[in-house]
């Protein structure tokens, strides 16, 4: 199989990361109004651990949402009004995690109006704001041509997948993942694989999930080029 | 110690994982690594290092593992930091720590060329602690890794460690709520089990039927054991208690299988406790097993029904890893690291009392579907999350990171 592209690019260099998680240096939060202080003074670190490093840590099942403060207030302080509302915030969709913060922080202070400052999590079940230290290094493979991701997608992790699909969007300039910066490069050939990878919504994805869409959404294209 | 290499567990996590951490360790290739703790068997954490220190080794990095050569004084002293550590009263003296002092230091003069000259010194909970101070001149990096929850500490005891602790570049706890706040940066490793060790390998359904015989366990009624220290910590009492108010309904079995430490001084008064507690009970098998008995304790949480972990306070609760990935439903205390692992009604049952253990207990022998059903389900989270592989990767992140000042964002190599 190969791709009609109109030109050479040059290679992508695969990585990989692992994460250790540390703590946020913020005092952690037994009530809804601790939770707001510790949000508003913690490390952009801290709110990028909690919205995006989510899909990278070990979880017991699909949890029922993406950011760590959703699941708090669902399922120690027992607010789930306030969990669906910070759970919709998707952090991609902010320019900068300043303005996630604000956006944070406007929800809780719509809800402390609503409902007062009475609402605690029981003891031992305090909100600990947590950041990461994580280590990026190369998995030593390189694709050359667009049929390379194709053929070895499958060996990649689901860190690495996180490191290129995800994590790439807070990290380059036109905030799209490695594969589509990269594709770009070979020219008009490859718009059907990239108007795949930009439909795929990744945030409500677990990593293994992302996976298999990403495999799914590069054979379509793939199959449509060889028969076409 | 084990000997196999990385490569004979790729047939239970997957090659993917492998490659990950070998290409991971080679930024660190030829790093030298101490690891120091007080005891070399007995205990969780003399068995991650078994598995841990061979396993770097095989990775490219120079690994030793150093123990603290200790008589009954310090040993006393030790345990006292240890309980006080969880919450519990404890006396410091002045002679305690005077003895706590000078024996770390007389190891130090054993250990300090090594010490000194490692890149990464990782000391494993309190007993080794003050070594920083007799290594004034570090060339490498030193970490105290916390195996037990200091959250509520004992106040007179922690401000003494508190001023050692602080002396390293960080310090790594099992859980974040496990951590007290220091000055330094504070990082979270969860524990983890070796799938192929002897206390977690398949065995023969032979074998497992001849250590039931040998110490005249009936194999046709429903087996429930705990497999821990006898240490009040584990509440082996109020296993019995739970037992006790099933039995009446139920006929059953019930195994309390551990043995002692070196460095736990209190172990013999509580098993002496348990076995005058269990005195003239044919359905109560109260087993002390020497520190190498890991087939036997693999054969026996093989053999359970349920696993019960009724811990009152718990570091991290390896016997509940060790039971889950033998896909074993966990009836365990509302503790410390075992709420990590038992998700209420999904892995396990979380309880507070001896009755709600027994509630649990009922519940699960009355429904063997249900049992089956959380075992599956639990040995699915162990392979996932709590496996030595993931235990190895976040080691090497934290030296990695500790090579770069703990950034939040590193490029290796």
């Known amino acids: ?228 | 110690m084990v000997s196999m290499s990385l490569d004979s567990y790729e047939d239970v996590v997957g090659q993917v994982v492998i490659a990950q951490l070998r290409k991971l360790a080679h930024q660190l290739a030829g790093a030298r690594v101490v690891h120091v703790n007080s005891t070399r068997e007995g205990g969780g954490v003399a068995e991650i290092l078994s598995w841990l220190v061979p396993l770097m080794n095989d990775l490219g990095l120079d690994t030793s593992w150093e123990v603290i050569d200790g008589h009954a004084e310090y040993f006393h002293t030790t345990k006292s930091f240890h309980n006080g550590l969880q919450g519990s009263p404890a006396a410091l003296t002045d002679h305690m720590i005077k003895v706590y002092e000078d024996t770390v230091s007389a190891n130090a003069e054993r250990l300090r060329p090594k010490l000194s000259k490692a890149d990464f010194v990782i000391i494993h909970d309190p007993q080794p602690a003050f070594l920083i101070k007799c290594c004034p001149e570090r060339k490498g990096r030193w970490v105290w890794r916390c195996h037990i929850d200091v959250s509520r500490p004992n106040h007179r005891i922690w401000r003494y460690l508190k001023e050692l602790v602080s002396l390293y570049d960080a310090s790594v706890y099992s859980m974040p709520h496990f951590a007290r706040r220091l000055d330094h940066p504070q990082l979270i490793i969860a524990p983890s089990i070796d799938p192929l060790s002897d206390k977690n390998c398949e065995l023969p359904q032979g074998y497992i039927d001849a250590t039931l015989d040998r110490f005249g366990i009936d194999r046709r009624l429903p087996l429930l054991t705990q497999i821990s220290r006898f240490d009040r910590f584990k509440d082996p009492l109020g296993v019995i208690r739970a037992f006790d108010i099933l039995s009446g309904s139920l006929d059953a079995q019930l195994v309390l299988a551990g043995g002692g430490a070196d460095d736990d001084p209190e172990g013999q008064a509580v098993l002496n406790e348990v076995q005058e507690t269990a005195r003239g009970r044919e359905d109560i098998f109260i087993l002390d097993l020497p520190p190498d008995a890991h087939r036997t304790i693999n054969a026996l949480q093989r053999a359970s029904t349920v696993v019960i972990q009724k811990s009152l306070q718990e570091g991290f609760g390896l016997t509940v890893t060790e039971a889950m990935w033998k896909s074993k439903p966990v009836i365990g205390g509302n503790v410390g690291g075992i709420r990590l692992q038992v998700h209420n009604h999904h892995t396990g049952f979380l309880v507070d009392t001896p009755e709600g253990a027994a509630l649990r207990l009922r519940e699960l022998l009355r429904q063997p579907g249900k049992a089956g059903r959380m075992g599956r389900t639990a040995r699915e989270f162990v392979t996932v999350n709590f496996l030595l592989t993931r235990h190895l990767r976040e080691y090497l992140t934290l030296m990695l990171g500790l090579r770069h000042g703990l950034e939040s964002h590193l490029l290796a190599g």
């Open chain 1, 1 to 228: 199989m190969v791709w009609k592209t109109e030109k050479v690019n040059m290679p992508f260099e695969v990585k990989d990361c692992t994460l250790i998680t540390r703590m946020g240096g913020v005092q952690a939060a037994v009530s809804l109004r601790e939770l707001r202080e510790g949000v508003a003074r913690c490390p952009l670190e801290c709110l990028f651990h909690h919205f995006c490093e989510t899909q990278l840590r070990p979880t017991f099942d699909d949890p029922e949402f993406s950011n760590d403060f959703a699941v708090w207030s669902a399922k120690h302080v027992r607010d789930r009004v306030l969990a669906e509302q910070l759970g919709v915030l998707n952090p991609y969709e902010f320019d900068n995690f300043e303005q996630l913060r604000a956006a944070v922080l406007e929800v809780i202070d719509d809800r402390l109006s609503e409902v007062g400052y009475h609402q605690f999590a029981p003891a031992g079940e305090d909100f600990r704001f947590m950041r990461a230290v994580t280590v990026v290094f190369d998995v030593g493979i390189q694709l050359c041509t667009p049929d390379d991701l194709v053929t070895r997608l499958p060996e990649f992790s689901t860190s690495s997948i996180y490191y290129h699909f995800v994590e790439a969007r807070r990290r380059t300039e036109t905030r799209l993942d490695d594969f589509s910066n990269w594709l770009v490069g070979f020219g008009a050939g490859t718009e059907p694989l990239l108007e795949a990878l930009h439909g795929i919504d990744f945030y409500y994805l677990t990593l293994r999930e992302l996976k298999d869409t990403l495999l799914e959404a590069i054979c379509q294209p793939l199959m449509e080029t060889a028969h076409g």
